[in-house]
């Protein structure tokens, strides 16, 4: 699939406050300004099976194996309140949207740094924590903390207003993906998932660990409910393993390297390492080797993609300009959706 993307306007990050002339807290910094759209494309996404099959262990099995087109490596940056991220995609490095992830963050934040009092409107963040803890506190009252191989699977909807930070002493990792909400989705109520990594299924096999954040491997499924059809898979290779994974063939789809190097998509390709994401072809599965003398640790996602313009604002991301001007004017006046913004700050 073509995907072709225009970017009307991009300013630093950081650079604008939004202000609102209630007694919240002052500053609600809303850092990256991009607005891109993407033309309407006619989907064929419904010819397709939205289930994701088990996945065989023979010789590469798929009909059309996936392949890496693009590598991207996500290098550190300041986000946040003196937080570090990788970002992957939603990055201005090539790897701006791909349909349906508006961003991917590898995030590493101490006390006090993190990420406070921002909205959201539009999309969905799914938190998944490595190592430390994070705790959320929002405008409705929901507070809680995820710790390391917990999930916190957010679909913000019409709008949530909420702080991220440090649950603890000591280094915080994890990873935060945006995935876009389809036009019909954009307004709901939000809710969250919540699931603890003793609740999250694994399957362990010929040297292969898969933990299911979302969709199915191995035929076995995650609870998650996801609105957008995703898979979200964390794979840990012993060294000498090798994994097939089928991916629905119209869905997009790329790999996050967290450890170890390994050969993604083609048996003679050059391994990748850490903090690389690899795009990949269209097909119907993933070939992944681990030649190396210790362990590969790597994230697969994928998604069916929206087929919708995307304009996005910051942490707000809807279909036109229209509907931007209306999230704005709704964050700063507290209503359709904001309205428990009014006498809200996040406690310490
Ligand atoms: C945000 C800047 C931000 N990546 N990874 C602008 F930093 C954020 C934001 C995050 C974030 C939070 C966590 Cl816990 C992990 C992140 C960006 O909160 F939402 C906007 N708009
Ligand atoms: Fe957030």
Not at 171 to 199: A, C, F, H
Not at 292 to 313: H, K, M, N, S, T
Request: proline share 6%.
């Amino acid at each position: 699939m073509i995907i072709s993307m225009m970017r009307s306007c991009c300013s630093s990050i950081n650079s604008h406050l939004l202000r609102r002339p209630t007694p919240i807290k002052q500053s609600l910094i809303i850092p990256s300004l991009f607005f891109y759209s993407e033309p309407n494309t006619k989907s064929n996404a419904h010819l397709f099976l939205r289930g994701i099959h088990n996945t065989s262990m023979g010789d590469q099995s798929f009909q059309n194996p996936r392949y890496v087109v693009k590598k991207v490596l996500a290098r550190p940056q300041r986000e946040g309140n003196g937080a570090t991220v990788r970002r992957s995609i939603g990055s201005g490095s090539g790897l701006t949207y791909l349909d349906p992830f508006l961003l991917l963050d590898y995030f590493s934040a101490s006390a006090p740094s993190g990420f406070p009092d921002h909205p959201h409107r539009g999309f969905e963040t799914v938190t998944y924590m490595l190592e430390g803890a994070c705790t959320h506190q929002d405008f409705a009252g929901h507070k809680g903390t995820i710790r390391a191989g917990d999930l916190q699977w957010m679909t913000a909807g019409r709008g949530i207003i909420h702080s991220e930070m440090p649950g603890g002493a000591g280094v915080n990792t994890g990873l935060q993906l945006w995935i876009n909400l389809s036009s019909k989705d954009k307004m709901m109520e939000p809710r969250y998932q919540e699931i603890q990594s003793r609740d999250i299924n694994r399957v362990e096999r010929d040297g292969v660990d898969v933990r299911i954040i979302a969709g199915e491997a191995f035929g076995v499924r995650s609870p998650v409910y996801t609105r957008t059809p995703t898979m979200y898979l964390d794979f840990t290779l012993s060294p000498g393993a090798k994994v097939e994974q089928r991916i629905p063939e119209s869905w997009n789809a790329f790999v996050y390297v967290l450890d170890g190097e390994g050969v993604f998509g083609e048996a003679e390709a050059a391994p990748a390492t850490s903090h690389h994401a690899l795009v990949l072809s269209t097909g119907d599965g993933l070939g992944v080797w681990n030649r190396a003398g210790r362990a590969l640790r790597f994230l697969l996602i994928g998604g069916e993609p929206l087929d919708e313009a995307v304009v996005q604002y910051g942490p707000f991301v809807m279909n036109t300009q229209a509907e931007i001007q209306q999230a704005i004017e709704d964050f700063h006046e507290c209503k359709n959706g904001f309205e428990k913004a009014k006498h809200w700050v996040s406690t310490p």
